[in-house]
């Protein structure tokens, strides 16, 4: 184990051999910290975190501290990180309030830029990329792989769907169906064909899930009744995750917008 003189480290914290942490950085009671972890100068860790292994934790960092819920009594609530994520400078995760589960989750392989923010009881899947300057407000539920532009504002209890791409400075309070790239606030522009791509998803698959987006869209249809014609169609994975999305929604979704940036929904 490689700690810095100046590191302040709790006896109650539970550190794995091979944890690196460096100048000034305070690590506190109930942490847990897997092995190959490295913690940056002046990262504070904070609170019941539990911390997976190869994960880095840059300087300036404040990870597990109380949430920001007016209602939070100080009582025990958690904190859980996968593995191999990166947390670049000032970086802030707060952990769960008091209501309903009680705990924020990070997945695995997820890079938060320098500034970026996951407040209280979100769930962030793997391969999740928020930008400089992020935030997500709590109980915001950001699945697989979706990228997270620069200055995007993500308000509570609002889920962002698979390999989303929202563009800088979006702001979205519904929410935002698997695959769709969104722009300015609340607008869809198109799917996310070049990340789609980098999935792996072949040109029938892509091609299956454009008609859904069009049905959706552009048919002129309301919610239900598109959902009912997409059912109806050739399914494949990205069409069904697709529907079952909106179908669970409860706070709409983002909606269509026209004119020229909803060109990027073609091949």
């Known amino acids: 184990m490689a700690i810095h003189p100046t ?3 709790s006896p109650k914290a539970e550190l794995d051999s091979t944890v690196e942490v460096g100048p000034h950085a305070i690590i506190e009671d109930h942490v847990r910290i897997g092995p190959r972890t490295r913690i940056g100068p002046r990262a504070w860790i904070t ?23 007016i209602g939070y009594d100080g009582s025990e609530t958690f904190l859980k990180i996968g593995a191999g994520n990166t947390f670049r400078e000032y970086v802030t995760i707060h952990r769960g309030a008091t209501k309903d589960d009680r705990i924020t989750r990070i997945g695995d392989r997820c890079f938060f830029m320098v500034g970026s923010h996951v407040g209280h009881n979100c769930c962030v899947g793997n391969g999740v990329l928020l930008v400089n300057g992020a935030m997500l407000a709590g109980h915001v ?3 697989d792989r979706a990228n997270i532009s620069g200055a ?29 790239v969104t722009y300015h606030s609340n607008d869809v522009v198109g799917l996310n064909t070049i990340g789609l791509r980098r999935a792996g998803v072949t040109p029938e698959r892509r091609a299956a899930l454009r008609n859904a987006f069009r049905t959706l869209y552009l048919s002129g249809l309301n919610i239900r009744e598109a959902l009912d014609h997409i059912r109806a169609m050739p399914q494949t994975p990205e069409v069904a995750r697709f529907t079952e999305f909106i179908a669970a929604s409860e706070r709409g979704i983002c909606a269509w917008r026209g004119g020229r940036a909803g060109q990027q929904e073609e091949e």
């Open 152 to 180: 995007c504002l993500i308000h509570q209890f609002v889920r962002v769907g698979t390999l989303v791409m929202m563009a800088g400075g979006t702001r979205v309070n519904k929410d935002v169906p698997p695959y769709c």
């Open 7 to 9: 590191a302040i480290i």
């Open 47 to 69: 609170g019941w975190t539990d911390i997976g292994p190869d994960n880095f934790i840059d300087c300036g960092c404040v990870i597990g501290h109380a949430p920001q819920d």
């Open 141 to 143: 539920t950001v699945e």
